[in-house]
């Protein structure tokens, strides 16, 4: 069996997280990474991560649909960063704008200065705002430690973010019929800076789209990007998780 790593998980959104776990493993999953979207589920990752600390790393931070609440909890995020492998899920929604985009930036400039100074990645959220993303990234100048999560781009943003040094992250939408933006930008990740998630419980994979997702689908999204490039697919396995290993670590070494 080919062994993955999901780098990007919300387990703690299912009805049994430890055992959701315990399942990708049985299938194939070596690890995964969940990130919190808040205070809350932050600290829910981290006690998932502590129940299964040779298989979970974890991540802490505020989402951009919740950046009005930054001033409340960006203290505690803070102190929780310092313990996480990774500063996420942060980044700018500027489809839904379920806060406003001056909080939004703010919050997510506070967080991507976070991560630099405590020399740790950065896990980004971009939905229609790859253009403030680019910039504020750019000025971070993180490297391959800003990760974009669930990388929907085209060709061109594809090559910016490439020139950025940014590892990009792909997740279900790579397979779905409506998806031949994400490919052509897929085409155009390098495979070395390249990570593979499933958003959990979101964005499952063709043929489970609309299904509740899981970390073992994981492989249906790798598979993809082994069309794309041309390349067996444990090669895809292998080059992705030595890229997941090299930015946040692994619970495996």
Known sequence: MVAWVDSHCHVFMLDDPLAAVDRAIENGIEWMLVP?????TSLQARHIAASRPDRVLWAAGLHPHDADQWDEQRLR????AIEASAVGEVGLDYYRNLSPREDQQRAFRDQVQLAAELDKPVIVHTRDSFADVYEILGEADLGEKAVLHCW????RWTKRFRALGATFSFAGPVTYTTGDTVRLGAAEAPPERTLVETDTPYLAPEPHRGDPNRPEWTAL????LAELWGMPEDEVARLTAESAARVFGSPRA
Request: charged letters at 10%.
């Open 36 to 40: 919190g979207v808040d205070l809350e």
């Open 77 to 80: 995020i803070g102190a929780l």
């Open 152 to 155: 929907t781009g085209g060709p």
């Open 221 to 224: 999204n790798g598979a993809m």
